[in-house]
């Protein structure tokens, strides 16, 4: 009995991967209502019946013939590095297009399980699904389940644990495709396969020790450039290949289609074929989804609705959060007179008021409030399926930057965060478009700075002027992938993407997520605003700061037109966007902003503070995705735009 | 237009219903699309199109797809 096992959650895009593997192993993967969520592949353990269980959490793909990066993830895993077992997690509501995979993780005769997930959508869309006529038809066992609420993973459990103790491996010399019950292909495709089969057997080939036969031969047929490049390397390989390609001859003359659109077809023949034997629809309903979608991607409503979406969230978070902020500053005010009554020297208390205090102070007073309201409404964007809505209304306007509408997506994940962002735009296809996509993101004011700029411009100019700043973000967003497009020229891949239904946000697993988010802030954002705040504070008093404001004050304080002490918290706010604000509060001892920028500083801060540099976190996360070079050349760009458009807009508000 | 006429997916008109004949994209769009679940022989609904030269939103095998203007330019029915 095998005591370290290892799984890898497998299937279409969307389908409650990640839902489950959270489930089962305590972890927080991104989960949400669109396709291609997860980007990198994700490990958990799980403890199970004295046995160690690694479960591997895959990006969603529709085949094995992957395209973008995160697909070839998938690929690679599943094929190359051989799981124990593969649990194929499906969409019970969407039973054909999820059943072509699987199809090609049969061919693989890979060990495997199938979990029926999403039960409850599906009954709720009307549909029926015979469970024991699917777990014939293919052969394999197959659980239902709804991981939202945990049901039927214990038992996925179980049965994933059946298959590794029984398996046993296929012998790859005495392969009869006739003998496969449900795998039927047309017989010019058959026939292929055995003679493929045979010339790779006759040639000794490795690939098929490595490989299912089946599959090889079919991936050969599709002429797959991975596997062809693989079999050449082989010492027989060349000779195979070319046996191979005057046998696909005779195929080719036969047909105007290439000859994977017919193993295509061929697989959603069997797709259909199993999906008509097991699926009854009880009834056919008009569903939610297509009332609410001919509003919200209607030609013209669609796009007044989308503002109207944003405009009342902004409205909801802003008030929400102003609201909050002044109950918990009039509540933290209370202690200020007993840190200062205390018998220590004045610099102590400095010490610890400034130093200690504001920071934790300001922090939870002025981001808080605000953060969490927000977090609330992007969970409820992400789970209810609108931003697909978004990449379908915005395709065309971002084409115009050589984009496509999906591009989007991830770029608006960067209003959270701007990590999730610049990772999550692997979902594209190409190097350019991630560059692009990734650029976009960094420029787009995360949580942090939008705290900023509503706690501030908001808070003491009015709402207005905030709505107005980020107006202006999103033209110097699309500007400036504008010219990146320039830089980085191309034609942009065209938009293919499946439409989720709408769901309602599964409760348990949003909260949890709302509580992640808020969680990073309270673990990882406060500490360092503490630590910032001390180091500031004794810099204060080491004299160290004459030096750097002396370099930073011709761009600071002549071309800006902010005070000098401006250009040390930018330079702290590399670290975290939030510590630019709080410092600035704590250097000038004062919660009220007003007490040292203008309105017209405040409005050029903003606007600096929330262009002018990706913080750490994102520089590491770029570096990830788009390697050094490009990284840099993004954070030159930021720091240009943003002293760029500081710079005019400080002139331009002179005048009014 | 009568029986059998062929016609790319852009022309299609909203709500009508089409049987996909041909796909004539790249190599690797077209196993893109097939993969999607557009074979010849499969049956599609236009469900809507963006304006412009937005996308168009397919019903396809029970469920819904967008896929970009220009590749749907390439994407020939035959009206059912
Ligand atoms: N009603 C219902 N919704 C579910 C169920 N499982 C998952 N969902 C929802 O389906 C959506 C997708 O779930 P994920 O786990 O993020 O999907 P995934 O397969 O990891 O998707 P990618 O990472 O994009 O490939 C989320 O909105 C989930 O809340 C279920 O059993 N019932
Ligand atoms: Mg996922």
Redesign the interface.
Known sequence: MKKEIIIALAGNANVGKSVIFNQLTGLTQIIGNWPGKTVERAEGVLRFKGRTIKIVDLPGI??L?A?SQEEIVSREFIAFEKPDVVINVVDAS?L??NL?FTVQLLELHVPMVMALNQVDYALKKGIDIDVKKLEELLGIPVVETVATKGKGLQELINKVLEVVDSHKEVDVKRYDIKEEKVLKYRNEVSESVMKIYNILLKHNVDLINLFHPLWISLKLI?EDSDIVEKLKKEPNGEKAYEEIQKELEGLKAKT???L??LV??DR?DIA?FIANQTVSEIHHRITWTDLI?NVA?H??WGYISMFIIVFISFYGIFKFGEYFSGVLEDFFDGFKPLVYNLNIPNMYKDFLWNGLAEGIISAITIVLPYIFPFYVFLSILENTGYL?RI???M??VM?KVGL??KALIPVLMGFGCNVPAVLGTKILETDREIFIASFMSTLVPCSARIVIILGTIGVFMGPQYALAVFALDVLVVYIAAYFANKIAPGKP???????P?YRMPALKPTLKQIWFRIKDFLYVALPIIVVGSLVLEILKYSGIFKYVTYIMDPIVVKWLGLPSIVGIVLIFGILRKELTLIMLLTLSGTSHITQILTPRQMIVFGVVTMLYIPCIATIAALKRTIGWRKTWWVVFANIFIAILIGGILNRILTFV | MGENTIINLIELKENHEGEIV??KAG???????????L????KVKLV?K??????V?LEV????????????SKVYVKIV
């Open positions: 529709y085949s013939s395209y969407n054909e297009r072509f599709e105007d289609n290439p994977a659109t295509t077809a959603y259909s979608d991607l030609k013209i697909a990449a379908f209304l395709d065309e084409h496509h509408g891949y065209d938009l293919i993407m499946e439409l239904g | 041909l796909i190599r690797a769009a077209t196993q893109r699309l097939n993969e999607m679940g074979v010849p022989g499969t809507r963006g304006p412009l030269r937005g996308p939103e095998r029970n469920s819904h797809l967008v896929i970009g203007y220009g590749l749907a």
